[in-house]
Antibody, heavy 121, light 112 residues
Framework: QVHLEESGPGLVKTSETLSLTCTVSGGSFTDFFWTWVRQSAGKGLEWMGRVYSNGIANYNPSLTSRVTMSIDTSRNQFSLNLNSLTAADTAVYYC???????????????WGQGRLVIVSS | DIVMTQSPLSLPVTPGEPASISCRSSQSLLHHNGNTYLTWYLQKPGQSPQLLIYLAFTRASGVPDRFSGSGSGTDFTLKISRVEAEDVGLYFCMQALQTPWTFGQGTKVELK
């Protein structure tokens, strides 16, 4: 059974950088996209971007200037960095696996439990 | 970005009765490969979202057959044939046709 778990700070200061890591256990790590989704009261669920097992990433255009995702296949981990934080970045951050149907990437089939991050001065 | 619009936003349900949620996309979710890239999720209270339906009508592994997805193009429906108490929570649709993937606002299903 695939299991994902987010780790990182729960409180960060305005203008600083958030760094979260997702550790994956069970199942294959390679040949998948891995993604970050956040959930806030004001904006609902927001897809932040995804990173492939070869390290290639693409991001939500609304966050491109502030977000970086990376992957470490030797540790079965992928990471999110989000800089220039404001209160609007306060949210629950989820990591998730992009599920496949044949060769197609079609869903988010496994999710972590989520990490609440509060941004405050 | 593709805009996803759900209705209703709140749905009181009676156990044993059917329930239905609508999702509309601002453009067709039909891919040239013939698949329709619409997914449904349920977020139970205090939990992370869980996948229910992908490619518009395919149930994910372990999902009870009382859940079904239908629709095409821009109009989609999630149906629960007979609601059970464990089905309460927030239901989301999401398009996976083009990045950025986008979600509906969510429909809160609660018992009457």
């Amino acid at each position: 059974q695939v299991h994902l778990e987010e780790s990182g700070p729960g409180l960060v200061k305005t203008s600083e950088t958030l760094s979260l890591t997702c550790t994956v256990s069970g199942g294959s790590f390679t040949d998948f996209f891995w993604t970050w989704v956040r959930q806030s009261a004001g904006k609902g669920l927001e897809w932040m971007g995804r990173v492939y097992s070869n390290g290639i990433a693409n991001y939500n255009p609304s966050l491109t200037s502030r977000v970086t995702m990376s992957i470490d296949t030797s540790r079965n981990q992928f990471s999110l960095n989000l800089n220039s934080l404001t209160a609007a970045d306060t949210a629950v951050y989820y990591c998730a696996r992009v599920g496949k149907s044949g060769p197609y990437h079609v869903s988010l089939d496994h999710w972590g439990q989520g990490r609440l991050v509060i941004v405050s001065s | 970005d593709i805009v996803m619009t759900q209705s209703p936003l709140s749905l009181p349900v009676t156990p044993g009765e059917p329930a239905s949620i609508s999702c509309r996309s601002s453009q067709s979710l039909l891919h040239h490969n013939g698949n329709t890239y619409l997914t449904w999720y349920l977020q139970k209270p205090g939990q992370s979202p869980q996948l229910l339906i992908y490619l518009a009508f395919t149930r994910a592994s372990g999902v009870p057959d009382r859940f079904s997805g239908s629709g095409s193009g821009t109009d989609f429906t999630l149906k629960i044939s007979r609601v059970e108490a464990e089905d309460v929570g927030l239901y989301f649709c999401m398009q996976a046709l083009q990045t950025p993937w986008t979600f509906g606002q969510g429909t809160k299903v609660e018992l009457k």
